[in-house]
T-cell receptor, first 115, second 113 residues
Framework: EAGVAQSPRYKIIEKRQSVAFWCNPISGHATLYWYQQILGQGPKLLIQFQNNGVVDDSQLPKDRFSAERLKGVDSTLKIQPAKLEDSAVYLC?????????????FGPGTRLTVL | GNSVTQMEGPVTLSEEAFLTINCTYTATGYPSLFWYVQYPGEGLQLLLKATKADDKGSNKGFEATYRKETTSFHLEKGSVQVSDSAVYFCALRAEGSNYKLTFGKGTLLTVNP
């Protein structure tokens, strides 16, 4: 079974530029998560989708971050404009369903450096 | 709110040494508890989990017991190997939280031959 795919793996941009990350979850997984992992900290949930609907985006900085999951499969996370403090690894995860014993499977992440 | 506190790293051990990484949590209700591992250059992988008090999760020689009385979920391994070198994250999934995971800050383990 293929895992969660993410691209690009690395991205370096100047502050105030825009950037987008892509995630393809495990086939058949209804729930998709985007996490931000700042160096030295644990991952923090940014947004959670159930199919193509948003379940939780309470920690997403909506003035600059946006995410979509068209057709309930792939997802894109965008930052516009980027700030220095957005430097982090952005992790995508998916699970079959949101609750119960369903395990979240993580992709390799995209490491973003904002200069 | 929900939170996870795990011991500060880094932790450096010799091969075959005993490992303990402490983890305590704060949560309402009865959360599920997890240990994830992140090998260099890779994504997080679920190492083990426990869903109710006194459950013991185990995998690859690692164990952790869900202790509700001490709100703890300490990770242990009797004999570590060089290949266990990684960052270990303790996490909880609380009831009524849309099942989102709350992570600790992670503990870097380095095992020397």
């Amino acid at each position: 079974e293929a895992g969660v795919a993410q691209s690009p793996r690395y991205k370096i941009i100047e502050k105030r530029q825009s950037v987008a990350f892509w995630c393809n979850p495990i086939s058949g997984h209804a729930t998709l998560y985007w996490y931000q992992q700042i160096l030295g900290q644990g991952p923090k949930l940014l947004i959670q989708f159930q199919n193509n609907g948003v379940v939780d985006d309470s920690q997403l900085p909506k003035d600059r971050f946006s995410a979509e999951r068209l057709k309930g499969v792939d997802s894109t996370l965008k930052i516009q404009p980027a700030k220095l403090e957005d430097s982090a690894v952005y992790l995508c995860a998916s699970s079959y369903l949101a609750g119960g014993p369903n395990t979240q499977y993580f992709g390799p992440g995209t490491r973003l450096t904002v200069l | 709110g929900n939170s996870v506190t795990q011991m500060e790293g880094p932790v450096t051990l010799s091969e075959e040494a005993f490992l303990t990484i402490n983890c305590t949590y704060t949560a309402t209700g009865y959360p599920s508890l997890f240990w994830y591992v992140q090998y260099p250059g890779e994504g997080l992988q679920l190492l083990l989990k426990a869903t109710k008090a006194d459950d013991k999760g185990s995998n690859k020689g690692f164990e952790a017991t869900y202790r509700k009385e001490t709100t703890s979920f300490h990770l242990e391994k009797g004999s570590v190997q060089v290949s266990d070198s990684a960052v270990y994250f303790c996490a909880l999934r609380a009831e009524g939280s849309n099942y989102k995971l709350t992570f600790g800050k992670g503990t870097l383990l380095t095992v020397n031959p």
